[in-house]
């Protein structure tokens, strides 16, 4: 039976994260990934935003490690030359009525310490942009866009650099937690049996079902999926920043989002599923017209193409408040060397450097 000091659970932007800054402390580091790839699932599947930390409660985990996580990245990719564009967002009131909204976001974004963020006109709104439709907006400069699987490959090579080790199509089965180890039956095309004396869990979509395969483990939090589909522009886009409208239950609503090339893409929705489904319905694309046209009214006709669905790894239902993340150490289930994280969504791409910080003090406390 091999031994290894620290064994990350998933190869999503987060583990790949967690796994560089713990070789970057000295670690010996095992991640284990059931996929034959790279940040498959929920790390592939977004709007590859960096969000500047508007939307989210003062205090929570979420706002923290994204102002905090989003100044590391930026600076991270600019050290590592991985491509990005701080290109900016607008967030859009259509109407008089969400007026109240849009000043509410404000008041979260400056409670949480966002720079370069401010209410404008609906005049300076349309100077920016001249084909967007609103009676004001929100401009946050410092939301950007990033290539996450550039940035998954830089962390990753940081880590192997450090001499972590990737193992892909190498899922985890079981866990038995001793006193000062865990002793982890891995499948695959190898199977192999390790011990080691650390353990997170970075596996995402599926964080509790591998938390129910720990022995001695209980309490992960229930888990919803929310699935969110996405449709690309089949023209070149009227718009050089990001555009947002007011968020809904469950999401931030049907934005657009702009890759590096310039090319644009509508989504995501929300749609409360039971299992993992990443086909998209050409049908559902006629639901997102009229949301769209609130902003842009000038959408042509059948201009939305199927693009790609994401999955969201929730903690909350469709009838209940939005959760923040949830990073569970040895002080709350009395397993040393344990770190589980549940309901890494948005903002996690953006907060993964700093959601990787949180997970070495969990470990060092």
């Known amino acids: 039976m091999e031994s290894v000091q620290t064994v990350v659970v998933g190869a999503g932007v987060v583990g790949l994260a967690v796994a560089r800054t713990l070789a970057l402390s000295g670690r010996e580091v095992v991640i284990l990934e059931a996929e034959d790839a790279i940040g498959t699932q929920t790390s592939s599947r977004n709007s590859e935003v960096v969000h500047a930390g508007i939307y989210y409660p003062k205090g929570s985990l979420k706002a923290q490690t994204c102002v905090h996580g989003r100044r590391m990245l930026y600076a991270y990719c600019d050290a590592h030359g991985v491509p990005y564009r701080r290109c900016g967002k607008l967030i859009v009131a259509s109407d008089d009525s969400q007026r109240t909204a849009l000043a509410s976001l404000l008041a979260h974004a400056l409670a949480n310490g966002v720079e370069d963020i401010a209410e404008i006109s609906r005049a300076e709104a349309l100077e920016m942009e001249p084909a967007l439709r609103c009676v004001a907006a929100l401009h946050s400069a410092s939301t950007g866009i990033v290539d996450s699987h550039a940035l998954m490959l830089s962390y990753l090579g940081e880590a192997q650099a450090r001499g972590a080790v990737l193992a892909l199509r190498s899922p985890l089965l079981a866990v038995s937690a001793a006193a000062d180890r865990f002793e982890l039956e891995v499948g695959g095309e190898q199977p192999m049996r390790l011990v080691t004396a650390e353990l997170v869990n970075c596996a995402g979509l599926g964080a509790q079902a591998l938390a129910a395969r720990i022995h001695g483990y209980r309490g992960a939090p229930r888990g919803w999926y929310a699935k969110g589909n996405y449709y690309s522009l089949a023209a070149r886009p009227p718009f050089s920043r990001l555009i947002y409208p007011i968020p809904e239950p469950g999401g931030l609503g049907i934005h657009l989002t ?108």
């Open 258 to 365: 702009l890759d590096l090339a310039g090319q644009a893409r509508f989504g995501p929705d929300v749609e409360w599923v039971d299992q993992i489904d990443y086909r998209v319905d050409p049908a559902r694309a006629a639901g997102f017209y009229g949301s769209i046209r609130r902003y842009w009214p000038d959408l042509p006709d059948g201009a939305l193409m199927p693009g790609y669905a994401g999955m969201r790894p929730k903690l909350s239902g469709p009838d209940g408040p939005a959760a923040d993340f949830m990073i569970e150490g040895p002080e709350a289930h009395g397993i040393p060397g344990l770190v589980q994280l549940y309901g890494i969504e948005s903002p996690g791409l953006t907060a993964s450097l700093a959601l990787a910080d949180e997970v070495l003090r969990h470990l060092a406390a």
